[in-house]
């Protein structure tokens, strides 16, 4: 009898996706290399269609076993837990918490690692759970300066300064400090 | 050989700068590989153009310590908190975090510790011995056909191990070979699925993709069990293992350290496919095949062993054929560039001092793992105490800076956080993280050295088998699949 939930057909499909889309833009690249007889194209061609094939193994383990894991299998950290939401709330939290980090990655190039750092801190804290303002206001601050301390005033390391004001003149502000830092020091 | 390694002893420990610059190696490499969300990698990208500043030797030296130190300093963040510090350490979370959530991270941490140090003394020592006619052995009988064979071995044995099912497994391991063919084609140049996007064409960097599929994936993991109250912090230990008790694991050391040399000498292989190679050894010869993944102290020994006795082996290829085993000895070659020397052969005759001062280094590096190993291990035990919402945000900061200095992109930053959201995804489904990993790696190693091969060959497939190495490796890659195929389909069709 078939085991096969709605979230298998859609993981089944997923991966079909991926496999038509890359094969399809394959053709893309599908230029002749003079010294290589399979071209560029060759070798990612014989992964999508191994992927095609396990795909389908994996389909046919799902629709036999569903998710249970196979037995024999070693290194499976990840044991299915039974993970359920109580509310809408959980799984709003959630998706903040993901999208969160991509907000921030998206906001390095305009805002900059120096002024976007210290928002980004203070919501991950909150919304990993965190009421106590006090807490949260001296996490920030901790986490934000010993960064600053560690890969600006210790290690030199370039990191982004944006290119919108006034985010780009309160980096232009702290590499300043930086280096009077340094010339005080004779870094 | 002991006159050569006094001399660079002499060297190394007479020049008070060079000393500190030991010490900040052997410091650095380990907190930095056992600070969740950045790995040794990290300090050695930011450090890269400070070594245009040393004398050559003490680059090189820098750079070997921190390789040694910061490959068990990568245990340290596997085992407490699942986030392997380099990919080479991923095996090692496989029971290494289940004895932690068991309440015996002690235990594990002290057995990674002195496996780590007895690995890479036992490889410094055959590197100092046999670098040379090592060296003149691969020259003659390794090349393209037999790498790209071990690379097919390779990701057979991790097919084998980390996902739910034999289907999963192989599925992460093509997902991350499918990665890896993104960017430029090793033959001819052409980009492949940059999708409009110029930054691509250099490919996916391998440091944003460790990070976001390791560090971030797991801080999402433990996100969620946050969000819906079934967050447990993991148990803090100091109960290390008696030496009886490791003594019961000499043979699981013995053989580690083989797979690891091996696996360290050939070009372009390096620690990660020791580890998981040493790994799968443990399971294959172990008559408790079921314990493994879930708290076995032998797949911790295993793995640590066996890839911190591919550190000393990877120099091999690099100081004697210019050719690195990995992320961290590419790096090694760029330090190499600075200086206006080009590692191969010709070293060994116009800077021995140099060779001498490495290997000196390594091995005392590898000997410090053991003593200033278990002194920083107690400390580094209290981070389990730090509440996680206090954690996550030092991690997921840590790995952004850690992604972003490689390149200096910002769609490396959105790339890791990319990444972390598919792994969160994938092992949620029961997809193995280490195996997309390890796909990523080999992709590109694995087609460079196919083409190359079977350019060699002419395209005759018989050829490429008479050689015996990579016969022997192809054999053992198709039985590891077979037998999974066969496992896989007749438990599917038990009733």
Known sequence: MSKLKTSHKVETLIWLTIVVVFFGYSFEFSQEIEIYKFGATGWPRVVLGLLLLVTLGNFLHLYKKGSEAQQGRVGITDQEEDISYDGIGSIKKLIAILAMPLIFAWSLKPVGFYSATPVFIVLIIVLLGEKRIKWVIGITLFIYFLLIFLFMVILNAPLPQGNISPFYDFSAFMLTLNTKLHQSLNF | ?495
């Open chain 2, 1 to 495: 050989m002991i006159d050569n390694f006094i001399a660079g002893s002499n060297a190394l420990f007479g020049d008070p700068f060079s000393i500190g610059i030991f010490i900040f190696g052997v410091i650095g490499g380990m907190l930095f590989g056992a600070i969740p969300g950045i790995s040794m990698l990290t300090l050695a990208a930011i450090l890269l153009p400070f070594t245009a500043s040393l004398e050559p030797a003490q680059g090189v030296m820098l750079f070997a310590v921190i390789y040694c130190t910061g490959t068990y300093g990568g245990a340290i963040t596997a085992i407490l908190f699942n986030i392997p510090g380099a990919p080479e350490n991923a095996p090692t979370a496989f029971d290494g975090y289940p004895m932690t959530r068991k309440g015996q991270s002690g235990k594990a941490v002290g057995a990674a510790v002195l496996c780590s140090a007895i690995g890479g003394v036992s490889s410094a020592l055959i590197m100092m011995a046999a670098t040379e006619p090592l060296a003149n052995w691969a020259i003659s009988n390794i090349g393209p056909p037999e790498i790209f064979a071990l690379v097919f071995f390779g990701l057979a044995v991790a097919s084998s191990v980390g996902g739910r099912t034999m289907w999963k497994g192989w599925m992460s391991v093509l997902l991350g070979l499918l990665i890896a063919t993104i960017g430029q084609d090793p033959v001819g140049g052409i980009n492949r699925y940059n999708f409009g996007f110029a930054d691509l064409a250099a490919g996916i960097a391998f440091v944003p993709a460790i990070m976001g599929f390791f560090a971030v994936s797991e801080i999402f993991v433990q996100a969620e069990k946050k969000a819906i109250g079934m967050y447990e912090a993991p148990k803090m230990s100091l109960d290390f293992p008696t030496i009886l008790e490791l003594w019961t694991y000499k043979i699981a050391v013995i053989r580690s350290m083989l797979v690891g040399f091996f696996c360290g000498i050939l070009p372009g292989i390096g620690a990660t496919l020791a580890a998981f190679m040493g790994y799968g050894e443990a399971v294959r010869w172990s008559k408790n095949k079921e314990s493994f993944g879930k708290g076995n102290l032998e797949g911790v020994i295993s793995s640590e062993t066996a890839n911190n006795a591919a550190t000393g082996a990877a120099m091999i290829p690099l100081l004697a054929l210019g050719l690195p085993g990995g992320a961290m000895t590419a790096l090694m070659v760029g330090v190499f560039q600075m200086h206006d020397l080009e590692p191969g052969p010709m070293v060994f005759y116009n800077s021995p001092e140099l060779i001498w001062i490495v290997f000196a280094a390594m091995f005392y590096a590898n000997l410090s793992i053991l003593f200033i190993g278990l002194i920083e291990t107690k400390t580094i035990l209290y981070l389990l105490k730090i509440p996680f919402q206090f954690l996550a945000p030092m991690i997921l900061l840590l790995a952004s800076i850690g992604s972003y200095i490689g390149r200096g992109l910002v769609l490396d930053v959105i790339i890791m956080f990319g990444a972390g959201i598919m792994g969160f995804l994938l092992r949620r489904s029961g997809y193995s993280i280490p195996g997309i990993v390890l796909g990523i790696i080999l992709g590109k190693i694995g087609e460079q050295n196919f083409a190359q091969g079977m350019q060699m060959v002419h395209y005759d497939v018989l050829e490429y088998l008479s050689r015996p190495i990579c016969l022997l490796l192809i054999i053992a890659g198709f039985l590891t699949i077979l037998t999974g195929i066969y496992k896989a389909l007749s438990y599917s069709f038990r009733s």
